[in-house]
């Protein structure tokens, strides 16, 4: 959906008239629905409308706050977000020990190969607290001492950032609906394998207990299900003989970074866009990107033999009957 329009999420119980209340409020100030997506979840529901304001008979701050009161009424959270009128986007990027994923990012964003900045990582440890503070980055360990993190202020401070974007730089927990819902479509995580194989945790050690020869990394959309959002990138390599997990982690890691940088950068600069579960780039023709392995690799590629295609035996050599 083209940032041109105004994005309004409902997250909340899921209650009888909920939908009539809000788009009544938006009918009754001129503002057109161009697309509506509800979902239910661990009973939490989420709604998610994309409407042109352009012709609104209100300003943005009233809409805002009329629809906060509606929400504060039938008790759930509603959020706005107009089209973006500043020049740099904000990340929040959430981690929690590996660094590389963290490392990276921070690298982009200074050389401008990523057009935003890192206004806030949030970790489930203290670990990487050093590295943030180093490129003086605010850092916020929402974790308990098993790492366990509290979502309720995971919430609090990805609002009170404002982040356009969410990436997990290896964020080793699974999300909520309740976050899920909020930002839907704005969170990309990075996994070690290509999804859909070996999704969940431990996924290099799952390629080598399954002798894949090839395996590989997938930034992709976060959605409710488990690594199952829409795949933006993905890199592959090759299986050593008897590699150790560490090891693949070794040649995996820097393809991870590369990966969601890439993604990332779609993601930012509007490039991609998801139908039916399944990314696409804006304009193929123009766009910079690698979404899977090199083109190169086309030409490597055999032509034959392809079903229904026409043999001709050699001169001399008789077909079967």
Known sequence: MRRTLTEITVVGG??????????????????NIEDLDQAVRE?????????????????????????????DELGVDVQ??????RETQSIAVLVTKESHCLEALIQA??????????DVVIGNHDDLEPL?????????????????????????LLAEYDADLIALARYMRILSPDVVFRYESRIINVHPSLLPAFPGASAYMQ??????????VTAHYVTTDLDQGPIITQRAFNVPDDTTEEQLQTLGQPLEAEALIEA???????????????????????ADAQL???AALDDENPGRPVDGAAFVPDEGTEADD
């Open 292 to 294: 899977g392995a090199p």
């Open 43 to 71: 009973g939490v529901f989420r709604m998610t409308m994309h409407v042109d304001t352009t012709e609104m008979v209100t300003t943005e701050r009233t809409l805002r706050q009329d629809l906060t009161n509606l929400g």
């Open 132 to 156: 943030a503070q180093t490129y003086g980055i605010p850092f916020h360990d929402i974790g308990d001492e098993t790492g366990t993190p509290n979502e309720e202020r995971l919430l609090e």
């Open 14 to 31: 899921d209650d009888t008239g909920l939908i009539a209340e809000v788009t009544s409020l938006l009918f009754e100030r001129g503002i």
């Open 109 to 118: 964003c200074a050389d401008g190969d990523l057009d935003a900045d890192i």
């Open 80 to 85: 706005v977000r107009f089209p973006a009128d």
């Open 207 to 216: 390629a080598i207990e399954e002798g894949v020869r090839i395996t590989g």
């Open 264 to 286: 990332i950068k779609l993601h930012l600069d509007d490039e991609v866009t998801v139908h039916r579960g399944r990314t696409k780039l804006r304009d193929p023709e123009n």
